[in-house]
């Protein structure tokens, strides 16, 4: 069992910038393949980016390549999601998941994560 923890999220300017965090308890972290989501109001849940359980490899929207950055750190049970150059549709509730099958690549969506965060909310003003 996992239980994820976000944090980071907040007002900020449009070009802005803003580090989540998403703090995880509980075995297996550091083999559980970790994603960011976001979802906007009125919106359904959409994929943000993903990073497998090595942290070698990662896989983006199109609509943050080149602008966000995930990452992770086993040895502090953490994975971030480096936002850069925000935008107003940026705005949304983000929320951390992992997969529970150990060993895995990156998983770019919602049904393949079988824990989440309660989530966080960034508000990217224009």
């Known amino acids: 069992q996992v239980q994820l923890v976000e944090s980071g999220g907040g007002l900020v300017q449009a070009g802005g910038s803003l580090r989540l965090s998403c703090a995880a308890s509980?075995?297996?972290?550091?083999?559980?393949?970790m994603g960011w989501f976001r979802q906007a109001p009125g919106k359904e849940r959409e994929f943000v980016a993903a990073?497998?359980?090595?942290?070698?490899?990662?896989y983006y929207a199109d609509s943050v390549k080149g602008r966000f950055t995930i990452s992770r750190d086993n040895a502090k049970n953490t994975v971030y999601l480096q936002m850069n150059s925000l935008k107003p549709e940026d705005t949304a509730v983000y929320y951390c998941?992992?997969?529970?099958?150990?060993?895995?690549?990156?998983?770019?969506?919602?049904?393949?994560?079988?824990?989440w965060g309660q989530g966080t909310q960034v508000t990217v003003s224009s």
């Open positions: 998941a992992a997969e529970k099958s150990p060993l895995t690549d990156v998983r770019t969506r919602a049904y393949q994560y079988d824990y």
């Open positions: 990073i497998n359980w090595k942290g070698d490899r990662t």
């Open positions: 509980g075995r297996g972290f550091s083999l559980s393949a």
